[in-house]
């Protein structure tokens, strides 16, 4: 028997916060943000076993 588990969190830019480093982290990448015009840098970050990014076509 499988067992699956998701967890949904909003992130806020009101709060600080951004998405792009927050996809950057939990895939252990290195994404830019043309918002705030600088790298989210999370390649050194161990642990992640398999990732995937999904954008919209446009």
């Known amino acids: 028997m499988a067992l699956f588990h998701l967890s949904v969190t909003q992130t806020k ?3 600080g916060q951004s998405a792009i480093a ?8 290195r994404l830019y943000s043309e918002y705030y015009g ?3 840098d999370y390649t050194r ?7 995937d990014i ?4 446009h």
């Open 54 to 57: 999904l954008l919209p076509s």
């Open 13 to 15: 830019r009101s709060a």
């Open 22 to 29: 927050s996809a950057a982290y939990r895939a252990g990448e």
């Open 38 to 40: 600088e790298y989210s």
């Open 45 to 51: 970050k161990g642990g992640v076993i398999c990732s």
